[in-house]
C-alpha cells in the first residue's frame, strides 16, 4: 500500500460546481496535513493546513479524518484559475501523486 | 522575502558528468527539504534537513546523490556520476519546525535537470 494514495483524475467539472478531493494515508502516527497546488512545469504552493477540526479558507474546507485515515479537499463555486494539480501531504515527507483539476467554462 | 532560490533553473548535461544543485532557503528557516519529481514516481522527498543536519536521507536513491547544508543558508545536492534515469525536475523547499506549529514548506522554483 503506498504511504499516500489520491486519485489521479482528471476531475473536469464546470465553472460554479462544487469538487471533493480524497486522500488516504497509511501512517496513523502522521501529525502534520497539507493541501498543495501545483500549476503545470511549477513549483508547489500551499493552499491550506489541514487541521484536526477541520478549517475553511473562502471557497476551500479541509477535514481530517483520524479514525479512517483520509483527508479531504472541497472547492466549492469552482473558478477556471483553480484549475491545477493538487497534491495531498502528510508531514512533509510524503506527498500523493495529486489530483489533476481541469474547470471547464 | 525572496523566497527561495534555487540555480540553476535548467541543467543539461552528459551522462556520467558531476551534477551540483544549489539552494538558498527562506532566512530564519531551520529545515530544509531536497525532492525530486517525475512523471512516473511524482514528488519524493531525498532528503531533509534540520539545523543544517541531516535528518532523514532514506530517500536518496543511490551512493551517486550526496546532499550537503555547510551552514544554514545554503545547500547542494550532488549527483556523480549523473546517469539518463536522473533527469527530473529538482525541488529544494525550506520551513521552520517547531513541535507546536503545523509548518508548512515553501518550495524553489526547481531545476530541471536533462541527463544526455
Known amino acids: 500500500r503506498k504511504e499516500v494514495e489520491q486519485d489521479p483524475g482528471p476531475f473536469n467539472v464546470p465553472e460554479g460546481a462544487t469538487v471533493a478531493f480524497n486522500c488516504t494515508y497509511s501512517n496513523s502516527a502522521s501529525q502534520s496535513f497539507f493541501w498543495y497546488r501545483q500549476d503545470c512545469r511549477k513549483e508547489p504552493k500551499l493552499l491550506m493546513s489541514v487541521y484536526s477540526s477541520g478549517n475553511e479558507d473562502g471557497r476551500f474546507t479541509a477535514q481530517l479524518n483520524r479514525a479512517s485515515q483520509y483527508i479531504s479537499l472541497l472547492i466549492r463555486d469552482s473558478k477556471l484559475s483553480d484549475s491545477a494539480t493538487y497534491l495531498c501531504v502528510v508531514t512533509l515527507r510524503t506527498f500523493g501523486t495529486g489530483t489533476k483539476l481541469q474547470v471547464i467554462p | 522575502d525572496a523566497g527561495v532560490i534555487q540555480s540553476p533553473r535548467h541543467e543539461v548535461t552528459e551522462m556520467g558528468q558531476e551534477v551540483t544543485l544549489r539552494c538558498k532557503p527562506i532566512s530564519g528557516h531551520n529545515s530544509l527539504f531536497w525532492y525530486r519529481q517525475t512523471m512516473m514516481r511524482g514528488l519524493e522527498l531525498l532528503i531533509y534537513?534540520?539545523?543544517?543536519?541531516?535528518?532523514?536521507d532514506s530517500g536518496m536513491p543511490e551512493d551517486r546523490f550526496s546532499a550537503k547544508m555547510p551552514n544554514a543558508s545554503f545547500s547542494t545536492l550532488k549527483i556523480q556520476p549523473s546517469e539518463p534515469r536522473d533527469s527530473a525536475v529538482y525541488f529544494c523547499a525550506s520551513s521552520f519546525f517547531s513541535f507546536v506549529l503545523n509548518t508548512e514548506a515553501f518550495f524553489g522554483q526547481g531545476t530541471r535537470l536533462t541527463v544526455v
Open positions: 534537513f534540520n539545523n543544517n543536519v541531516p535528518i532523514d
